[in-house]
């Protein structure tokens, strides 16, 4: 059971370059996540998705754009990458919606904007 | 306010010691928090889940203070490998339901032999 799959996991970046950051997962999960970690900093939302075809802004969204044609795949895409863009990101999945579940998360895209 | 809210550490403990973090909330309608654990490069793994007054497992205790609204992580006998950060974790309510979590920007633990 591979979980939560994100590709690539390390990606340099030239300024005002484009791309996108994978993520699959075999649960079968209806929510799924997109968060950026800064260094010493907390998790933040950028956008997310409670199943095919629906998805919706977070807390740090510009810049960013997703889609999610299957419950499988919902890839992050990266328009005219600026510096401030340089962080880890995560891709996390959830089965569905309420106050309990446990966040699954993939193991992370490291992307540098020089 | 933030949504959720800790003390970043450095906590630098020696083996056997215990040590407690804390979390505050600022949504007082809150029912479910979670501690996340995450170690260096890798992605957060669920620790514990909290849904009443405290949860208990193992070493590990999560306590839950509705009035002052915090919650805290007590570990105790800390070992090497619990040296990590621990992330706080609360749902962001929207009108569908909890969609998704507020984190904390985590307590770095170091555990010292």
């Known amino acids: 059971n591979a979980g939560v799959t994100q590709t690539p996991k390390f990606r340099i970046l030239k300024i005002g370059q484009s791309m996108t950051l994978q993520c699959t997962q075999d649960?079968?999960?209806?929510?799924m996540y997109w968060y950026r970690q800064d260094p010493g900093m907390g998790l933040k939302l950028i956008y997310y998705?409670?199943?095919?075809?629906?998805?919706d802004k977070g807390e740090v969204p510009n810049g960013y754009n997703v889609s999610r044609s299957t419950t499988e795949d919902f890839p992050l895409r990266l328009e005219l990458a600026a510096p401030s863009q340089t962080s880890v990101y995560f891709c996390?999945?959830?089965?569905?919606?309420?106050?309990?579940?446990?966040?699954?998360f993939g193991e992370g895209s490291r992307l540098t904007v020089l | 306010r933030k949504e959720v809210e800790q003390d970043p550490g450095p906590f630098n403990v020696p083996e056997g010691a215990t040590v407690a973090f804390n979390c505050t909330y600022s949504?007082?309608?809150?029912?479910?928090f979670f501690w996340y654990r995450q170690d260096c490069r890798k992605e957060p793994k669920l620790l514990m889940s909290?849904?009443?007054s405290g949860n208990e497992d193992g070493r590990f205790t999560a306590q839950l203070n509705r009035a002052s609204q915090y919650i805290s992580l007590l570990i105790r006998d800390s070992k090497l490998s619990d040296s990590a950060t621990y992330l706080c974790?609360?749902?962001?309510?929207?009108?569908?339901?909890?969609?998704?979590?507020?984190f904390g920007t985590g307590t770095r633990l170091t555990v010292i032999p």
């Open positions: 996390a999945s959830k089965k569905g919606a309420g106050n309990t579940g446990e966040l699954f």
């Open positions: 649960m079968n999960h209806n929510y």
């Open positions: 998705s409670v199943g095919a075809g629906i998805t």
């Open positions: 949504n007082s309608a809150s029912q479910s």
């Open positions: 909290v849904y009443s």
């Open positions: 974790a609360v749902p962001a309510w929207r009108q569908t339901g909890a969609n998704n979590l507020f």
